[in-house]
């Protein structure tokens, strides 16, 4: 079993900056590869972006590309989304999901987080 919480949501401008994290505890040495997802009201759940065990991969939906960086700390068994410049198409609850290899699909993620709400206003 893998627990994941996040937290870092909130309230926001558009342009202004979040950073989301994510803790991990429980059989943290097994489905490595990490991600985060978003669903914004009344759309389906969508992958940001993924970073693979020890950070040497990383992967991105194309519109958060440039604006996002997703990190870990392993040591800290934490991982990060840092997103600048937020829009107003951004605000979603966002989800951390623990996988065993980088996806965009929602079935490859095994553990998921109850989500953190960031909104953006215009």
């Known amino acids: 079993q893998v627990q994941l919480v996040e937290s870092g949501g909130g309230a926001v401008q558009a342009g202004e900056s979040l950073r989301l994290s994510c803790a991990r505890s429980?059989?943290?040495?097994?489905?490595?590869?990490m991600a985060w997802f978003r669903q914004a009201p009344q759309k389906e759940r969508e992958f940001v972006a993924a970073?693979?065990?020890?950070?040497?991969?990383?992967y991105y939906q194309d519109s958060v590309k440039g604006r996002f960086t997703i990190s870990r700390d392993d040591a800290k068994n934490s991982v990060y989304l840092q997103m600048n410049s937020l829009k107003p198409d951004d605000a979603a609850l966002y989800y951390c999901?623990?996988?065993?290899?980088?996806?965009?699909?929602?079935?490859?993620?095994?553990?998921w987080g109850q989500g953190t709400q960031v909104t953006v206003s215009s």
């Open positions: 999901a623990a996988g065993l290899g980088i996806s965009t699909a929602v079935g490859s993620y095994y553990y």
């Open positions: 970073i693979s065990r020890g950070g040497t991969t990383t």
């Open positions: 429980g059989r943290t040495f097994m489905y490595n590869t």
